[in-house]
């Protein structure tokens, strides 16, 4: 894999097929990392904490990862933090069970993103969840005018204008590419477009381009050979309902 002027990425499968990509992602939940610091007078609950980075980098941290559960990093000076800590804890197998809470949790939140389903807490901390509940702004205080996020924070591809920017972008891939046939072009991100795919992208699955020069007369009716032709996308490569066409990525 590696970017270039024109791609975000290239994958080259294992038949030597190159596949030249528009990468358009985005994530369905942000987790927020904790620090451990002393109190004092300057650090009332709730209140934001003026720290230096020099400050926090001998903090005990964490990421949290809601309903209650959170991996610990250690202190934010040690080398290759956060990263290093955060994969020791989730590939040592004691910690196989709470794994797999995680994985749940962040599953139950796609489920309430999927459905809109306002009812889960958990949908109101998933991207594009919109205005809080009326909670937030009686007990919490939450401003009336400011929603926790709007459909250009929409996960995976689900967001329209990337949705729209990515098809052009494969187009333009495509047409520098139409002779090559070892070369295909793809769409790559975390999650499929839940919300808008019937709209957005299920009418481009199938459809098929060319260019006026290779119009040709058969049997005395203008047309175009299929061979000259390329479909909008060869594949949305994502980690579930991906579109592959056959091949095995």
């Not at 006026?212 to 299929?226: C, F, H, L, Q, T």
């Amino acid at each position: 894999m590696g970017g270039t002027e024109s791609v975000d990425a290239i994958l080259i499968h294992q038949d030597g097929t190159q596949i030249l990509a528009e990468v358009k992602s985005a994530p369905l939940i942000t987790y927020p990392v904790l620090f451990e610091f002393e109190k004092n007078k300057s650090h009332e609950l709730h209140q934001k904490a003026i720290m230096t980075a020099s400050q926090l980098k001998p903090c005990q941290s964490a990421i949290y990862l809601h309903n209650q559960q959170y991996i610990p990093l250690g202190r934010a000076s040690h080398e290759l933090w956060p990263f290093k800590p955060a994969m020791d804890y989730i590939l040592n197998p004691l910690n196989s069970g709470q794994v797999l809470n995680f994985v749940q949790t962040w599953l139950n939140a796609r489920e309430a993103y999927i459905k809109r389903d306002k009812s889960q807490k958990l949908y109101y901390l998933a991207n594009a969840s919109g205005n809080p509940p009326k909670i937030a702004k009686e007990r919490d205080g939450w401003p009336t005018k400011e929603s926790i996020s709007d459909s250009k924070t929409s996960a995976g591809m689900d967001r329209t204008d990337d949705i729209k920017k990515g098809i052009y972008q494969v187009l333009k891939i495509g047409a520098s590419i139409q002779k090559e046939t070892d070369l295909k072009t793809a769409i790559i991100s975390n999650l499929p477009a839940y919300r808008h795919g019937k709209e957005y992208v299920e009418p481009f699955i199938d459809m098929l381009w060319g260019i006026e020069a290779d119009v040709e007369k058969i049997d005395g009716v203008p047309s175009i050979s299929r061979d000259k032709l390329r479909q909008v996308f060869d594949f949305i490569i994502t980690i579930e309902e991906p579109i592959l066409r056959g091949f095995e990525l």
